[in-house]
């Protein structure tokens, strides 16, 4: 694994970059830093998590030692054993993540689907879910543009999240999301089918060149409808803004000045567009490959069936019978083995 990852010259990388933070003129070209410091992160995310497996791996081979000496029991090593063959497994995984845009921040949209209050409620579930997610993570959340339900929930939410390979973990997540459950909302308590989609896309920054031409723009301001506060609520701080070649439409409330609210919109656009070409590319790539099998956008991708206490995701066929630790936002194995379905079927 050391060779996949060639950690020797990725330790090299870091030191000799690091070397650049010292000079004193260091932050006089900012762009220049960032770039520098992204390279550092990047290699340093995959030292830690290499090394973190080599010392697991070295710890089942001394622990086995001890148990050839009759100083630890078979179920001691077998643990430790499992807990190593698992971090291996994880970095298998992690070498997965190569494409240039898996390193990005990205951008988390939940739209309510038809079903009125039930739908809502359902979309605020999974915002909750991701946002429980990203804490887990240790990984940063902003809400960019929320809106909420005429009863209850939302009618759409846009999140970023802010952590190294937060796009390429959380790609996968892109399609329908499906919540069966005995209704809270129905006098009767009836079983109610719910949906929600999802979207996913890689933020942009500043190395990245997306063109827009701003003649392809039309602008809106309205009011903000999320929390924020009276000053919010009474100004027409909120954007709303279409690219007329694409037909992307993105909204942005996070800020109470509208001018920073065009400007973090533009970003999410970039993002939008930018994800876009990934598509294109994707296609292009599959049709040269002869690749058959097809991941859409719209396609149903997980169910969540409550009242049975169970969740399926229908590309990797996982099965989870503790629905509440989802839900809770322990999705680690789920996306894993979502996207490795993904990446087996293309």
Not at 242 to 270: D, F, T, W, Y
Not at 278 to 304: D, F, P
Request: with cysteine; proline share 2%; glycine share 6%.
């Amino acid at each position: 694994m050391g060779g996949i990852f060639d950690v020797g010259q990725r330790k090299l990388n870091i030191s000799e970059q690091k070397k650049h933070t010292f000079d004193p003129e260091f932050w006089n070209d900012p762009k220049r830093a960032q770039k520098i410091l992204k390279v550092i992160q990047q290699d340093e995310h995959w030292v830690k998590i290499y090394d973190a497996c080599l010392d697991q791996v070295g710890e089942v081979e001394v622990l086995q030692e001890f148990y050839e000496l009759g100083e630890t029991t078979t179920e001691e090593v077998e643990e430790m054993y499992l807990q190593a063959l698992k971090s291996v497994d994880d970095l298998e995984f992690q070498s997965t993540l190569n494409e240039p845009e898996d390193s990005l921040s990205c951008m988390l949209k939940i739209n309510a689907g038809a079903g009125g209050t039930e739908s809502c409620d359902w979309a605020s579930m999974l915002i909750r879910m991701y946002k429980m997610w990203v804490e887990r993570k240790g990984f940063k959340c902003k809400e960019l543009n929320w809106q909420d339900g005429d009863v209850a929930g939302i009618k759409t939410a846009t999140i970023e999240i802010e952590g190294s390979y937060a796009y390429g973990v959380l790609k996968g997540e892109n399609g329908v999301h499906r919540l069966v459950r005995t209704s809270p909302f129905n006098a009767q308590g009836k079983r109610q089918t719910s949906f929600a989609s999802v979207f996913v896309y890689p933020m942009v920054d500043d190395e990245i060149e997306v063109e827009i031409n701003p003649a392809d723009l039309s602008w809106d301001t309205f009011r903000a409808s999320g929390a924020g506060g009276q000053h919010v609520n009474k100004t027409e701080s909120a954007v709303r803004v279409r690219h007329a070649p694409s037909g992307v439409v993105i909204e942005c409330q996070e800020q109470r000045s509208q001018h920073q609210n065009r400007e973090r919109a533009l970003q999410m656009l970039k993002s939008e567009l930018y994800k876009l070409e990934i598509e294109k590319r994707n296609a292009a790539k599959a049709e040269i490959e002869g690749t058959k099998a097809k991941i859409e956008w719209g396609s149903q991708i997980r169910s969540y069936v409550l009242d049975k206490k169970y969740i399926k995701d229908h590309r990797s066929n996982l099965m989870v019978h503790n629905t509440k630790r989802v839900l809770d936002g322990d999705l680690d194995d789920v996306l894993k083995s979502a996207l490795m379905a993904i990446k087996n079927i293309s």
